[in-house]
């Protein structure tokens, strides 16, 4: 038997995603080394992301939830996991952490490597009303017992939630699904911030209805018995609140024991997730690590990166060398018959980071046409200028937005280009797609605009002045949506013959309902002689969407 001249003894602060992965690729990788997790609530793990779906009734056995219980833990990788343990301190010279039982006894103990794993905690404003009885926020199984309880006995009928991010509208989507009337309220000027502008319109403009509403662009100041009262001087009436406006990582415990708290206000790792202490490791929403696409400092508070930064940690932590390549904060988010995902870069970012970049915008469908069923999927692609990269990827729609956007994180991780895009040979059968998936044709778009193949203007930034604006989409979508003001409407089936109706001194810019017709117009005009002319990205929707 070849056991190790002194066991590596691993202590870990706070399970869920982070401390629990750590704990058990720590195990895989040293058998032999003594292990503790020490957990200040009663589940050692247990699936966060999962509660807003237990509110709603989808998930209907809440012990589906509990992931890992200490028994299960020490059964399979003998790992000792105390819950309702709370550390106290660090004390790093000692290298011994001081922890208190559910006895109310402290006691220290040693460690060998220590990893922090204590997540973060949901930001409450200073609010008068915030600790009424029907105001609530989300993070643990405690508090999702709390909200379950207040629906079974106070029957509520209408919800105000605070914050139109993920956890948001994810609480306002369950709310809606058991009968209740919503209003989601988010300061910035549209819901999930991350997305970019237009997107995000068009998603709250296809979910709006009577019982499901959105108030951007203001703040609350105070909750009452009856509601919710505005900065803006207005008011909504709810029987439930639920805050949900960010959440503050859980550094205390590290700054009090002098580890370096980064920019973002993480624990600064580096990528063995190493904190500035060499034996002190952090990770989850509490740790601070990079960009995986700018290298920019970044805390990315989602359950897939925690994960596998706990695997790192947990690892290297009991001898190995793996490095963490950062995130790139791939995310996805159901709102009633919608689904949108996001990766990489928003518009807004890349312009932070410094990127000279370009913006193309595609309206394909989930699948073929002519097989049942098949949706409208929009799919938008930030790429850099001059090097066609794909620096990030929004995608919206009812079906098949998350394997897109997952193709489309794949190829920012491995450094693509549009081209690329083009030539992806993915998955092809009537149910799930078209022979030119939406992934490929919004490789073609962009791959026109970065080539230079035909000019092209972004509804983005774009105003009319003196140009001519064609309009070729048929008569009967004119009578029905209306055009763009002094836009003049030829059909692309009638355009051939019309030539003359077009001006030969003034640049033409061309549209049409999503961009396509848009581009086969402008290839024909410039083929005809007329070589001033650009296609509007992204047709007359988006260009709706963007206030033209």
Request: hydrophobic residues 40%; charged residues 20%; aromatic residues 6%.
């Amino acid at each position: 038997m070849n056991t190790p001249a002194k066991t590596n003894r691993i202590l870990i602060v706070g399970g869920v995603a982070g401390g629990a992965s750590a704990a058990a690729k720590a195990r895989r990788v040293d058998e032999h080394a003594e292990i503790h997790i020490f957990e200040r609530g009663p589940y050692i793990s247990f699936a966060n992301c999962g509660l807003p779906y237990f509110i709603s009734g989808e998930i209907d056995d809440r012990a589906k939830l509990i992931i890992m219980t200490p028994e299960k833990f020490w059964s399979r990788s003998r790992v000792h996991a105390h819950v309702n343990h709370e550390v106290l301190a660090i004390h790093r010279a000692a290298k011994t952490i001081q922890v208190k039982g559910p006895d109310g006894l402290v006691r220290d103990e040693a460690y060998d490597k220590l990893i922090l794993s204590q997540g973060a905690k949901p930001i409450v404003p200073a609010i008068p009303g915030v600790d009424l009885p029907h105001v609530f926020t989300l993070r643990d199984i405690p508090d999702m017992d709390r909200i379950i309880r207040f629906l079974a006995e106070r029957k509520p009928r209408s919800a105000v939630v605070i914050g139109g991010g993920f956890i948001g509208l994810e609480m306002a989507e369950a709310f809606h699904q058991r009968g209740m009337s919503v209003t989601v309220v988010e300061l910035s000027p549209h819901i999930l911030p991350l997305l970019d502008h237009d997107l995000a319109v068009h998603l709250e403009n296809q979910t709006r209805r009577a019982d499901f509403n959105f108030k951007t662009g203001t703040g609350a100041v105070a909750f009452t018995d009856q509601g919710v009262t505005f900065a803006d001087g207005t008011s909504l009436a709810a029987d439930l609140i639920l805050l949900s406006v960010g959440v503050k990582a859980e550094v205390e415990l590290a700054r009090t024991a002098g580890l370096e708290i980064g920019v973002t206000g993480g624990v600064k790792t580096n990528g063995r997730m190493e904190s500035s202490d060499p034996d002190i490791y952090a990770v989850g929403d509490a740790a601070e690590t990079m960009h995986a696409l700018t290298g920019a400092r970044a805390r990315i508070a989602l359950a897939g990166p925690a994960n596998r930064q706990g695997r790192i940690a947990g690892a290297n932590a009991a001898g190995a060398k793996l490095t963490y390549p950062g995130a790139l904060g791939t995310s996805i988010v159901r709102v009633l018959n919608l689904t949108v995902g996001f990766t990489g870069l928003n518009s807004a970012q890349a312009a932070k980071a410094g990127f000279s970049f370009f913006t193309s915008l595609t309206r394909d469908l989930s699948h073929a046409h002519y097989y049942p069923g098949a949706t409208p999927i929009m799919s938008k692609l930030i790429v850099e200028e001059g090097t066609g990269r794909l620096l990030g990827a929004q995608v919206l729609g009812e079906a098949g937005v998350d394997k897109r956007v997952d193709v489309f994180a794949t190829a920012i991780a491995g450094k693509m280009n549009v081209d690329d895009l083009e030539q992806l040979d993915l998955a092809y059968s009537p149910p799930f797609g078209s022979a030119n998936d939406p992934v490929n044709t919004a490789g073609f778009v962009a791959g026109h605009i970065a080539r230079g193949d035909i000019p092209t203007v972004a509804p983005e930034t774009w105003r009319p002045k003196d140009e001519f604006l064609l309009d070729v989409r048929d008569a009967d979508e004119v009578a029905e949506l209306g055009k763009l003001e002094n836009a003049v409407n030829i059909p692309l089936g009638e355009l051939r013959d019309r030539l003359g109706e077009l001006p030969v001194n003034r640049r033409i810019v061309v549209y049409c309902q999503k961009g396509q017709r848009g581009y086969l117009a402008t290839c024909l005009l410039r083929g005809r002689g007329f070589t001033n002319t650009a296609n509007l990205r992204g047709g007359y929707l988006q260009a709706r969407l963007n206030g033209l």
